[in-house]
T-cell receptor, first 113, second 116 residues
Framework: SQQGEEDPQALSIQEGENATMNCSYKTSINNLQWYRQNSGRGLVHLILIRSNEREKHSGRLRVTLDTSKKSSSLLITASRAADTASYFCATALASGGSYIPTFGRGTSLIVHP | KAGVTQTPRYLIKTRGQQVTLSCSPISGHRSVSWYQQTPGQGLQFLFEYFSETQRNKGNFPGRFSGRQFSNSRSEMNVSTLELGDSALYLC???????????????FGPGTRLTVL
């Protein structure tokens, strides 16, 4: 089963609105990352938040992490049509001397112009 | 820096054949990971190579194998292809250092494999 699970599976909003996606995970983590994937392409790293951090910002992105609830949220403010993509959270599990990101199934975001 | 490149971008094979996919990581990156992405299973980790050694392996059958060369370029091979192997295969590179930004992965555009 997937370590991280995003919610909702799909989100449709108008340009200018905010988009919030949530991620829940099961085991203790070292860090959590959010990625974006445009249709059929590779993933683009958006932001990494460590287990000892509670909030992080990057441009229009705001990520929160609640380790007690094993959950994270990604907020995209003032969304644009170009934000249309799938968004994945990835939790890092320690293995073999490195940390392997385990991805959820993603949230499909559509931003209507 | 040039990004991660994957070749070929598209591939069509028939059942029973084998296939080799190639990935060139970002210059200086020593870790290369491979993922399989399908609509049904999502993104699943295949394996990771670091300095020519397989460091981690996902839960895939032995038909899936890989290797890494001294220049960090990596190949993955799938033998005896099955219809269910049709997927987008993604390669990701990172510095491979434990913790911190060493976890950030840079993905290539993927190879779309179709098995007929």
């Amino acid at each position: 089963s997937q370590q991280g699970e995003e919610d909702p599976q799909a989100l449709s909003i108008q340009e200018g609105e905010n988009a919030t996606m949530n991620c829940s995970y099961k085991t203790s983590i070292n860090n959590l990352q959010w990625y974006r994937q445009n249709s059929g392409r590779g993933l683009v790293h958006l932001i990494l938040i460590r287990s000892n951090e509670r909030e992080k910002h990057s441009g229009r992105l705001r990520v929160t992490l609640d380790t007690s609830k094993k959950s994270s949220s990604l907020l995209i403010t003032a969304s644009r049509a170009a934000d249309t993509a799938s968004y994945f959270c990835a939790t890092a599990l320690a293995s073999g001397g490195s940390y392997i990101p385990t991805f959820g199934r993603g949230t499909s975001l559509i931003v209507h112009p | 820096k040039a990004g991660v490149t994957q070749t070929p971008r598209y591939l069509i094979k028939t059942r029973g054949q084998q296939v080799t996919l190639s990935c060139s990581p970002i210059s200086g990156h020593r870790s290369v990971s491979w993922y399989q992405q399908t609509p049904g299973q999502g993104l699943q980790f295949l394996f990771e190579y670091f300095s020519e050694t397989q460091r981690n392996k996902g839960n895939f059958p032995g038909r899936f194998s890989g290797r890494q060369f001294s220049n960090s370029r990596s190949e993955m091979n799938v033998s005896t292809l099955e219809l269910g192997d049709s997927a987008l295969y993604l390669c990701a590179s990172s510095s491979g250092l434990a913790g911190g930004q060493g976890n950030e992965q840079f993905f290539g555009p993927g190879t779309r494999l179709t098995v007929l």
